[in-house]
């Protein structure tokens, strides 16, 4: 981020819905294939975090954590997260890296996901190899474990803002709607072959003899998708680099015509669109020398800048804001200890239990069932995202985000008061219609209000008011890190339940409430583009 260059010498960049000079410039469209290129992130994602959904529990578990620090675990990464997210948001609308805004930040996170899953699939094994002293050997088993799973969690839960901006930035409204539906289509592909790995019996197969254990089985199947898929996504669609306008005329630093704002910033997006822009310059040239920077212009942001910006964003991204919070903290009491749920519960298992006892194994046999259950959460997920194309014409985006709501609401409360095997499984389906809904339906209304707050920007006078220096990165943070705030209210509000309740089945009751309650605020609070 770059600062003032004296004291009148101020850098600025293109903001949200500033003006430019040949008006509204829409994005090329983009072609199928690079849409899917571009979802493979989220495929390669969500593989991770099933891995991760399926055998975290287990393995903190395995290793000795006591139970006590049962949830707690999953408080760490959230509360880091929450407090970075918007400040990462804000630092990549004004990055200004050759290969562009967004995808420097998403291959470090991509980086630090690769750390975190080798940390904590391989951190017993690795200690039990170097480490002799059973004292010694079970602190540094857990140390690294936990070191592991924070870090792979912040990063997975971090790196969806910048994803998401990042096809808000280079994609037309048309693609960025295709671009979520793809989104969501391939997380629920990602999803249901990460489970489906994860339910193999890997022990008795060649692959798990020759690798050691199941856990090194799957940290192999995980970097070599984690790997691929983002190397696919990061080659998908170019970005053009945000340039600094403050000190030459735009003639002198574009003289092929790219895309300027008022003030002689050029506008981020693709590259095709620095390509395409106006060819006439004589025009934003002379706008230049008679306009000085004003409110429409984005100086590079403050911490105390970023936090106006985000307590005075308008009413109906709050409103959103609280509903995803609502709606991803119903998701997560219920997915994050699911199959700790049918290895407890539905199968009466006792995971604390000698790694040779009857108990034990019979709570092993739930968390594969479990895990059966989540992939058809995910290929139910895939299912319904195609269908939601065709639902969207007929009932809207109000009627699809009511509908995800209410149906987990169901589905989980019957899957609480009746645990049984055959009957959650089937209401596994349920999931996938959340799931779906949460990834699609409020970052394509934050997609809707940008388009409006662009046309209403159009019309506006110049020195109108400004857009108090939010950008895409910024309302994509502030949406997405209600994921980390929900983390934080399961995993410190969750573990005083169980222990309360003496069972896990509080878990998935208390998701069915929070998620029902999320239906009437969808209904009553959220604000839905005509």
Known sequence: ??????????????????????????????????LVMHSMAMFGREFCYAVEAAYVTPVLLSVGLPKSLYSMV?????ILGFLLQPVVGSASDHCRARWGRRRPYILTLAIMMLLGMALYLNGDAVVSALVANPRQKLIWAISITMVGVVLFDFSADFIDGPIKAYLFDVCSHQDKEKGLHYHALFTGFGGALGYILGAIDWVHLDLGRLLGT???????????VLILCFITHLCSIPEAPLRDGATDPPSQQDPQGSSLSANGTHEYGSIEKVKNGGADTEQPVQEWKNKKPSGQSQRTMSMKSLLRALVNMPSHYRCLCVSHLIGWTAFLSNMLFFTDFMGQIVYHGDPYGAHNSTEFLIYERGVEVGCWGLCINSVFSSVYSYFQKAMVSYIGLKGLYF???????????????????????VLCSMFGVMSSTL???????????HREEEKEKGQEAPGGPDNQGRGKGVDCAALTCMVQLAQILVGGGLGFLVNMAGSVVVVVITASAVALIGCCFVALFVRYVD
């Not at 990834?439 to 209000?449: C, D, G, K, M, Q």
């Open 403 to 425: 509908m995800g709501y209410l149906l987990f609401g169901l589905g989980t409360g019957f899957i609480g008061l009746f645990p049984n095997v055959y009957s959650t499984l």
């Open 214 to 224: 199941e856990f090194q089985v799957m940290f192999f199947f995980s970097a070599l």
């Open 1 to 34: 981020m770059s600062g003032s260059n004296g004291p009148t010498d101020t850098h600025t960049y293109q903001s949200l819905a500033e003006d430019c000079p040949f008006g509204s410039v829409e994005q090329p469209k983009r072609s199928t294939g690079r």
């Open 439 to 449: 990834y699609t339906v409020p970052f394509n209304l934050i997609a809707e209000y």
């Open 74 to 78: 999953w408080l760490l990464s959230p």
